[in-house]
């Protein structure tokens, strides 16, 4: 399917600097595209490419002004990254058509309550009893769904999701393959050299407009619950632990760990491999890097890097440094006291 960029252009409101009647086909990288793709610029670090690149069209942001002649067509938007995403969401809705009906074989609870029409359910989902479906869900098969459970209107949970009992989500939800909603949280008595069991008794809920990853693992709280607040978008292989709760619009990339009862504030960004101790609390607006360990609480805005690459052999030698600051420190305070003495004698 070709559209031109009058087409695009009028779709996104923009203004074409260029060929209007020029198709394209499909999408690229702005260092890969060729002829007949569409790609875009956001990031200044690729401006060089926008005079080489093959691409028959590129998005562009309003203020932006060649300084070269450029041979594709352009369209300026207010935001171009926001501009290809609305352009992809189209084209995976038509790639990947809205699926409905109920497949064979499935459990449903006599009990269930899911709407007659207007859903979707994969062959060899299981849906315990009282559970509760809103409109347009689409649970693809091997879905899980435990009792008391209730799903907001127009949600997708992928292949595999396991979400056990007494967990809530809101509307328009996305869960991705694997993840596992209301799992019991990591609770355990020590008695002598064994440790008992502490029945997990809470629950999870997550609000409107969570997008949560795959293999994802969400831990049911001890008592009370485990929150996902709206609009947090959670990357795969998070581990979110009993009674955490994560405030509005964060994001948090893969591998991020957060530990039981800490709190991460709204529109906070975690990256990669962060780990978040627990019974702290993380302030709004709070960033941290890729592989930051978070021991203490942070205050709002805070921005935190930790632990960053360095070469090998450099490594090596601050690794034998390292397990010599005992003995290192100890002669810098003997030191500094032989200093003061010096100085007094003076």
């Known amino acids: ?55 028959s069209i590129i998005l562009v942001n309003q203020s932006f002004e060649t300084t070269e002649p450029v041979k594709a067509t352009l369209i300026k938007v207010p935001d171009a990254y926001a501009a290809l995403a609305s352009l992809l969401t189209l084209v995976a809705q038509y790639l990947n058509p809205k699926k409905s009906g109920i497949e064979q ?15 979707y359910i994969g062959a060899f989902a299981y849906i315990g009893e009282n559970v509760q479906i809103g409109d347009n ?16 209107d127009n949600c997708i949970l992928y292949a595999g999701v396991k979400i056990y009992s007494g967990t809530k989500i809101g509307n328009n939800c996305i869960i991705h393959a694997g993840a596992v909603i209301g799992s ?12 008992n069991k502490i029945p997990q008794i809470g629950i999870v809920e997550i609000k409107d407009r969570v997008e949560i990853g795959a293999n994802v693992t969400i831990d049911r709280a001890t008592m ?33 760990g957060i530990a039981g009862s800490s709190k991460v504030g709204r529109h906070c960004m975690l ?16 960033q941290v890097g890729a592989q930051a360990g978070v021991p203490n609480s942070l205050k709002p805005n805070t921005v935190l890097l930790g632990t ?28 500094k006291q032989e200093i003061e003495q010096l100085k007094k004698s003076k």
């Not at 074989?105 to 859903?119: C, G, L, M, N």
């Not at 609770?187 to 064994?194: R, Y």
């Not at 034998?320 to 003995?327: E, I, R, S, T, Y």
């Open 1 to 55: 399917m070709e559209f031109t960029a009058q087409q695009i252009a009028d779709f996104l409101k923009g203004e074409i600097v260029g060929n209007a009647a020029v198709c394209v086909s499909g999408f690229a990288k702005i260092e890969e595209a060729t002829p007949g793709t569409l790609t875009f610029l956001s990031n200044k670090k690729y401006i060089h490419y926008l005079y080489t690149t093959e691409a």
């Open 105 to 119: 074989p499935v459990y449903i609870s006599q009990s269930a309550k899911i709407p007659e029409k207007d859903i």
């Open 137 to 152: 869900a689409q649970l693809y098969p091997q879905v899980y769904i435990g009792d008391n459970v209730q799903i907001g």
């Open 184 to 195: 019991d949280g990591f609770g355990f008595a020590p008695d002598g050299e064994k440790y």
């Open 224 to 256: 009370g619950k485990t929150s996902i607040h709206e609009g947090v978008k959670l990357d795969n292989l998070i581990h979110v632990a009993h009674n955490v709760e994560i405030g509005e619009n964060t994001v948090m990339a893969a591998q991020v």
């Open 271 to 286: 990256g990669g491999q962060v780990g978040i101790s627990g019974h702290i609390q993380i302030g709004d607006n709070v």
């Open 308 to 335: 960053p690459a360095m070469d090998a052999k450099g490594f090596a030698k601050s690794s034998a440094v390292f397990k010599n600051l005992p003995d290192l420190q100890r002669d810098v305070t003997r030191m």
